[in-house]
């Protein structure tokens, strides 16, 4: 290898590419397996805050991998590999399920009553049989009621969007289930869109929260997002909050709720109950800007 030449380079190129081939095998094959069993899959609750309230108003599910040997795995690192392998739909399944079920459990324990948002893949929405029959199950099988279960869709699936799932977005919101635009602001665009889609929420994407503080431009954007949002009678939540700068910034802008590290990282299901049983609040952000004004 200390004497590099084209052929042994090339050699040594395509063992790499086949080893990450092979890799993703391994790891599908593996995902397939955790999908047969319980266990593997768990599902993390990241809480949203009310900016009136203060208080937890919903939370959203998002899936982590429990792999044998490689520890907690991060959606990240395997959603993709589901969504090429189309084992998306067996998880998809598996994660509202689970969610729905969890729900239900909380009600059933006392805790307040919280919506419970759960993300969706494209290839989800691109069966929307299944998609129906899915959220039907996952539903009566919990005795979850459908108010409860918000189903998030990213802004570039929406763009994508057929006029089938348009009906199936109608479909599921005559059930009662609410449905979100996740990670807005990073697709096109269009928003026209916006007007033809059945949604509740928006949910301005991490990127214009981060600068907020230091990109007037960020803020801008969130402001007329909010605006806009308000005038078509929908909520808008803010993803990633990190800072106090950020919170205060995005109540200004008009944001109804808040999630992100500053109040919350995504937690077991334990630790969120705990934190929901506590009736956890925002810290008391506003008093201190009402006493820096005194
Ligand atoms: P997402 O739906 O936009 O979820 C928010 C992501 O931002 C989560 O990452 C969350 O941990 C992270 N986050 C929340 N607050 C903060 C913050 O203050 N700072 C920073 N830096 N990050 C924050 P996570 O759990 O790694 O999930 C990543 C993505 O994977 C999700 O983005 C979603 O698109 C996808 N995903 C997660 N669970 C599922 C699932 O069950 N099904 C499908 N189809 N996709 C999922
Ligand atoms: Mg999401
Ligand atoms: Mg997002
Ligand atoms: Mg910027």
């Known amino acids: 290898r200390a004497v590099f030449d084209q052929a042994s380079g090339f050699q040594l190129y395509r063992a790499i590419l086949s080893d990450e081939a092979h890799e993703r095998l391994i790891l599908e094959g593996q995902l397939h397996e955790a999908l047969q069993g319980a266990g593997q899959l768990e599902l993390h609750y990241q809480p949203q805050a009310s900016l009136a309230s203060g208080r937890i108003v919903a939370v959203e599910a998002l899936v982590r991998w429990r792999h044998p040997t490689r520890g907690l795995i991060p959606p990240a690192q395997f959603i993709p590999l589901a969504e090429a392998s189309g084992l998306i739909i067996a998880l998809g399944e598996r994660v509202l399920h689970t969610a729905c079920q969890q729900a239900a459990d909380w009600q059933r324990a006392g805790l307040p009553a919280i919506t419970m948002a759960v993300n969706l893949a494209s290839a989800q929405w691109a069966q929307p049989g299944a998609l129906v029959a899915t959220v039907r199950s996952a539903l009566s099988s919990s005795g979850l009621e459908p108010q409860w279960l918000e189903l998030e869709l990213t802004e570039s699936t929406s763009m994508h969007a057929p006029t089938t799932t348009i ?128």
């Not at 109804?256 to 299901?269: E, N, T």
């Open 167 to 294: 009906e199936v977005m109608k479909q599921l919101r005559k059930m009662g289930v609410h449905l979100s635009i996740d990670d807005f602001g990073t697709g096109y665009c269009n928003l026209s869109y916006l007007k033809r889609f059945p949604v509740d929420k928006l949910k301005i994407d991490r990127s214009f929260v981060s600068d907020i503080t230091t990109d007037p431009d960020d803020l801008a954007i969130s402001r007329t997002v909010a605006a806009m949002a308000h005038q078509l009678g929908l909520e808008v939540v803010a993803e990633g909050v990190e800072t106090e700068g950020q919170l205060a910034l995005l109540a200004e802008a008009g944001c109804d709720l808040i999630q992100g590290f500053y109040f919350s990282r995504p937690l077991p299901p334990d630790a969120c109950a705990s934190m929901m049983a506590d009736r956890a609040t925002l810290p008391p952000w506003r008093k201190e800007r009402e006493q820096q004004t005194l």
